[in-house]
């Protein structure tokens, strides 16, 4: 089956959209490998004058990006109240992986190939010790994630795939220990995950995530969950005073810190919930009215 097609075999718009945005980045990232600048090593490339160190990172921040977009899924299609957005999930999970193993290779072939230094640096160095536990763990959920794998899998299929979460808090934690001070970024995925863990946790306990009130509590626990784990960080992993952190996210003239886009982002959820409802209210009483026009024989 094509990406792009539906299973029915059709053209879908949506998904033939999501599958240009997951290749858009490799297409800009692979322009600046070919302008010339991996070999001349100029600093005119857009990726600077170390494209390979560059290239390690940003397929990194594109494989923690799409394996947290593809686990907003299932909470959005219920939110939204939008079952076939199921229909992209696998292709964002199979983006996250392609992203995390380019990542891989790239760091490969930063260290010229040599296999025993590359072992050893990821058997020593806590921080590749559990990315590559994630790489693995992507790799078994890609190999999995066929037709007839989650045929042949059954039940175990949805059991395996929620390794798929720590999957997510390795991956996230690798980008915390090699961000060192700056962890500005880190900590606004920490954040994400945060509300997408809320969200199912939520669902567990059968909390209806189309109430926007359940929403709205979330989007504040999550923001404030996200103040504290920066806060956390910052007292246990660096020098940096930890209440200046804090208190930071209370003044906007320099930026706005990860916790605020949580929430502002759990708002928005919320927001369309709320009018995802309103449609849905609506959506009967018109449909009665516009029964009882035809039956009256009024023409539409
Ligand atoms: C064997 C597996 C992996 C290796 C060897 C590896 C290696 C690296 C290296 C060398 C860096 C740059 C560190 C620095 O410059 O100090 C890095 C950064 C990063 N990696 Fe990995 N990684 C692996 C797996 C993963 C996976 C599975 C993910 C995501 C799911 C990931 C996400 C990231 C992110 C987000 C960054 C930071 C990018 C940035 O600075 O913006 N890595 N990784």
Redesign the pocket.
């Known amino acids: 089956m094509m990406p792009w097609n539906d299973r029915a075999g059709n053209f879908s718009p949506f998904k033939a959209a999501v599958l240009v945005g997951i290749l858009l980045p490799a297409f800009y990232l692979s322009w600046g490998l070919l302008d010339g600048s991996l070999v001349s090593n100029a600093p005119v490339s857009p990726l600077g004058a170390r494209p390979i ?1 560059e290239l ?3 397929t ?2 594109w ?2 990006r799409f ?1 947290i977009i593809s686990l907003c899924v299932s909470p959005l299609r219920r939110i939204a109240q939008w079952p076939k957005l199921i229909n992209v999930r696998r292709m964002l999970g199979l983006a ?1 992986f392609s992203y ?1 193993l380019a ?2 290779v790239l ?1 490969a072939i ?1 260290q010229k190939f040599r296999i025993g230094f ?1 072992v050893s ?2 058997a020593l160095r806590f ?2 010790t559990i ?2 536990i ?2 693995l763990g ?1 790799s078994a959920l890609a190999a999995t994630s066929t037709d007839g794998m989650i045929k042949r899998l059954g039940g175990n299929w949805n059991r395996l795939h929620m390794i798929v979460y720590p ?2 808090i ?2 996230v934690l ?2 915390f220990i ?2 060192k001070i700056d962890v500005y ?2 900590t606004l995925l920490a954040g994400f995950l945060l509300a997408l863990f809320s969200y199912r946790f939520a669902h567990k306990r059968g909390f209806a995530l189309t109430s926007p009130l359940v929403l709205i509590v979330i989007a504040v626990l999550a923001g404030l969950g996200t103040a504290a784990i920066e806060f956390a960080w910052y007292a246990l992993a660096t020098n940096v005073p930890p209440m200046r952190v804090l208190t930071a996210n209370l003044h906007f003239s320099y930026t706005i810190r990860p916790a605020w886009w949580v929430f502002a982002a759990g708002i928005a959820v919320a927001a369309l919930a709320f009018i995802r409802s309103l449609t849905k209210s609506t959506a009967p009483a018109r449909n009665r009215a516009s029964r009882a026009t035809v039956a009256r024989g009024t023409p539409g």
């Open positions: 160190t390690i990172h940003r990194g921040d494989a923690i394996l996250a995390a990542h891989f760091y930063d590359i640096e990821i921080y590749l990315g590559f994630a790489l992507l999957i997510a390795l991956g690798h980008f090699q961000s970024q880190a």
